[in-house]
């Protein structure tokens, strides 16, 4: 499966929060949580394997990265606002950093992901 094909289709609940994942530390890193599943579906020829682990409520939203010639990586889906050059995103980015924003305003920090459970 390409990523232009995921292996899952559904609706779901999500929410944007802060990462505190160590690899985001000292930046504005924004990831998804998966609040609430309402319908889950394997994509027409995808196979369950250990490639991409099935979603799960509570859990970060989980991607598959290419690293080339097949190979490829699993890590929570993540968007640093002031350094992503992602070119489907940078429209979004403006709004991203709103939750910076108001974080700042409000003097505390959005329940933070430390985890991707």
């Given at each position: 499966m390409s990523e232009k094909n995921p292996p899952f289709t559904g609706v779901c609940i999500m929410q944007f929060e802060r990462s505190t994942?160590?690899?985001?530390?000292?930046?504005?890193?924004?990831?998804?949580?998966?609040?609430?599943?309402l319908s889950l579906h394997l994509s027409a020829g995808?196979?369950?394997?250990?490639?991409?682990?099935?979603?799960?409520?509570?859990?970060?939203?989980?991607?598959?990265?290419?690293?080339?010639?097949?190979?490829?990586c699993v890590a929570p889906w993540s968007v640093?606002?002031?350094?992503?050059?992602?070119?489907?995103?940078?429209?979004?980015?403006?709004?991203?950093?709103?939750?910076?924003e108001n974080e700042e305003e409000l003097g505390k920090a959005a329940k933070p992901a430390s985890s991707s459970r």
């Open positions: 994942l160590p690899e985001h530390r000292g930046s504005r890193t924004v990831v998804l949580r998966i609040v609430k599943i995808a196979a369950l394997d250990d490639r991409l682990p099935l979603p799960e409520e509570g859990c970060l939203l989980q991607t598959r990265f290419s690293r080339g010639r097949g190979a490829y640093d606002v002031d350094q992503s050059d992602r070119k489907e995103i940078s429209t979004h980015l403006t709004a991203l950093k709103v939750l910076f």
